[in-house]
Structures are given as structure tokens and as C-alpha cells.
């Protein structure tokens, strides 16, 4: 298969409401929305999930979309690809720059599932049906208010809860939503808020069992992580620690955490995703699908990934009418009795909304690749 085409369309989507974590608040999503077309007319799609302020990893949107014009893509100019594999060694000459390789990468396992006459989630080996999903919880004003949110959620369907905490707004929100929904699949998420300094807080934390906590401490913090995980018995779970499968090597290795949040942009696309699953699920350690408040395309890839026999926690990918007004594709994403469908239509199985796609574009590129 041969590229000839690129577009990358600029999008800016306002959020229904605000999102905060221990990073900072979110309005606005900034995202891109890269479509490839071979030389047989094959379109597809993927989703640069960087954000506008390098708080998470050091890309933003800025700067991965520079990566991808300048250097992912004319790597692939003239190449034949024999199959969606060959994008992760390819661009292995470049260090970092996950999201921008992962925004390629994800698109062309798109086309070749398409140009298999096959679903997505078949295509990487998942299968069709429906899969649990959570939801993911910003930081509130109030422990009042965070309870109330929860219930909201909770009566739609969610069947696990994610909480964002950092030092001040943690062990009494935990208390407040634990009393309230005392069976509730319930954990939370520190964004490498806390330091050792910490222990105590942490260690509060224990008796309202929960199902993890994740990134505590700082993103390269693996000796940290192991060494806080035999204080506490609520599982350590790794998020910005692990960009390769060789980061999650080093977590088993030094126990540094029981859980690895998986997130496709985050690890460079859906080759590294599957490999890191199946080294999860074959040393017993949990492994389930992140989200990064991704549009419908981004969501629809985590769908496909998360339809493989390795996901057996509830992954982070809400209904499309979680985060924005309206999403970009034609297909609504709903949860029922939490739980999302798998598509069923060949590759990611949802159609953009180019009317919608356009409304929110600031900037529209296309490159050639003759």
C-alpha cells in the first residue's frame, strides 16, 4: 500500500464543561485529525491527541504536527507497505514524539483494515460485542459536588469510576464518594501530584479500596513507584511512566506497579499497544485502555483496542456526548448499562461528519507524497 495523500485538519472543540487535574484546567480540546489516502483511493483516519500545553508529555499539538509534516510523513513517501506493522519500525529512527507517530500510525492500521473488508477491533485480533467502560472524574470544588457528579454518572450506566486528586483534594473526596457507593468500582488518578513526602496521605487512601491508584509520583519515577507500592495494598497503576514496552519491562521488573493504564497516542500507536497487552497479560499484570479526552476517531480506535481478550478492566472511553457539543462523526457512541458496542463496519467503523470536522477546523494542510 502506497500513501499518496495527507490532509491534517487544525481542530479546536470546545469541552461541555471544564476539566481540571493536578496539571491545570481544559476549556478547549486542541486536537488534529489526520487523514491518509493510498494510491487505490483508501482513506484513513487518526487522531492527534497532544495537548495545546506540553503538561502531559512534552508534545503539544504545535509541535507533533511539525514532527508529522516534516519527518513521519515523508518517511513514508514511496514505501510499499505490506502490512500496518511496518509504520512502528519505520519510525523508530526518531526518538520520542509518540503522539505525532501514534496520529499516523493508527490511521494506516485504518486503511488496512478497510482494505481487508474487516472491522478494526477484528482486524487487530479483538472481537465484535460489547466491552465495560468507566468514566473519569475531574477535580471538583467540593467533595459535595464530586458526589453529586458521580451520581450523575453512576445513573448512566458507568460501571467504574475514575477520581482526579492532588495534595488538598483527595482523602475526604474519597471518603465522601466511598460512602456514598459503597460497592462502586472506584479508583483514582494523581497525575504525578504526590512525592514521597506524601506517604501518610497515601497511605489514607488504603482503606477505601480502591481499585488503583495511578502516577503518583513523577514520570520517570519507577524506583519511587516500586518503593511506595510495598507500603500501600491499593495497586500502583502506571500511566506517564510508560511510553514503550520497554518502560513496562522496567515496571515488572522492579514491581513498580501491579496496573499499566494503556494509551495508544501515549505509546506511539497500536503495534506498541498490542505488544505491551500481551506482555501484560501474559506476566499477570492488569492492562486497560486510557483515554485522552479523544474526539470520535481517537474513541473509536480505543474501542478496537480495548475489544482484545487482554482489557478485562473497564477502560477510560466514555459516550461521545461525554466531553463536547457535538463530535465529529456521524455515528453516536452510547453506553448501555456500561457498556460500549464495538463497531461493526470495516476499519474504525464510524463515519466523519466533514460539515461538523470543518466548523471546528482553524487550519486545514495537505500533503503530497510524490
Known amino acids: 500500500m502506497l500513501i499518496k ?4 485538519f487544525h481542530l479546536q ?9 493536578s496539571y491545570g484546567e481544559m476549556s478547549i480540546k486542541h486536537l488534529c485529525i489526520v487523514k491518509l489516502v493510498s494510491e487505490d483511493g483508501i482513506e484513513g483516519y487518526g487522531e492527534l491527541d497532544a495537548f495545546e500545553v506540553p503538561w502531559y508529555t512534552e508534545e503539544t499539538t504545535e509541535t507533533a504536527s511539525l514532527i508529522i509534516k516534516s519527518h513521519l510523513l515523508p518517511q513514508l513517501k514511496g514505501v510499499d507497505l505490506q502490512n500496518p506493522n511496518q509504520v512502528n519500525t519505520l519510525f523508530k529512527v526518531f526518538r520520542g514524539n509518540e503522539m505525532a507517530k501514534a496520529a499516523v500510525e493508527t490511521a494506516i492500521w485504518d486503511m488496512f483494515a478497510k482494505a481487508s473488508n474487516q472491522p ?17 472524574i475531574g477535580i471538583q470544588e467540593s467533595p459535595e459536588i464530586l458526589v453529586n457528579v458521580v451520581r450523575k454518572y453512576v445513573s448512566e450506566g458507568y460501571s467504574r469510576v475514575k477520581l ?14 466511598r460512602a456514598t457507593f459503597p460497592n462502586l468500582s472506584l479508583m483514582v488518578d494523581a497525575n504525578s501530584a504526590y512525592t514521597r513526602a506524601d506517604i501518610e496521605t497515601l497511605k489514607k487512601l488504603d482503606k477505601y479500596d480502591l481499585a488503583m491508584i495511578e502516577q503518583p509520583f513523577g514520570t520517570t519515577d519507577f524506583v519511587d513507584h516500586a518503593w511506595l507500592q510495598k507500603q500501600i495494598a491499593t495497586p500502583v497503576c502506571l500511566d506517564e511512566n510508560i511510553r514503550s514496552l520497554e518502560d513496562v519491562k522496567q515496571a515488572f521488573t522492579l514491581q513498580s506497579a501491579k496496573a499499566i493504564n494503556l494509551k495508544i497516542a501515549r505509546v506511539g500507536g497500536l503495534a506498541e499497544a498490542i505488544k505491551i497487552a500481551e506482555f501484560c497479560f501474559e506476566n499477570n499484570m492488569l492492562v486497560w485502555c486510557g483515554g485522552m479526552y479523544e474526539a470520535g476517531i481517537g474513541r473509536a480506535h480505543n474501542i478496537a483496542l480495548a475489544s482484545r481478550a487482554e482489557f478485562t ?10 466531553y463536547f457539543h457535538q ?18 463496519n470495516i476499519g474504525i467503523g464510524v463515519t466523519v461528519d466533514q460539515p461538523v470536522l470543518e ?10 507524497l510524490d
Request: charge should be negative; glycine fraction near 8%.
Open 5 to 8: 495523500k495527507a490532509e491534517i
Open 327 to 344: 463530535d465529529i462523526i456521524q455515528d453516536e457512541i452510547t453506553i448501555n448499562n456500561g457498556k460500549i458496542a464495538t463497531p461493526t
Open 313 to 322: 478492566f473497564p477502560g477510560d472511553i466514555s459516550a461521545s456526548n461525554r
Open 359 to 368: 466548523s471546528y477546523c482553524t487550519k486545514r494542510e495537505v500533503i503530497v
Open 164 to 177: 482526579k486528586i492532588k495534595p488538598g483534594s483527595d482523602v475526604e473526596s474519597v471518603k465522601q464518594v
Open 120 to 136: 478494526l477491533a477484528t482486524f487487530l485480533g479483538g472481537s465484535i460485542g460489547d466491552i465495560d467502560v468507566g468514566v473519569s
Open 13 to 21: 472543540m470546545p469541552l461541555l464543561a471544564p476539566f481540571k487535574t
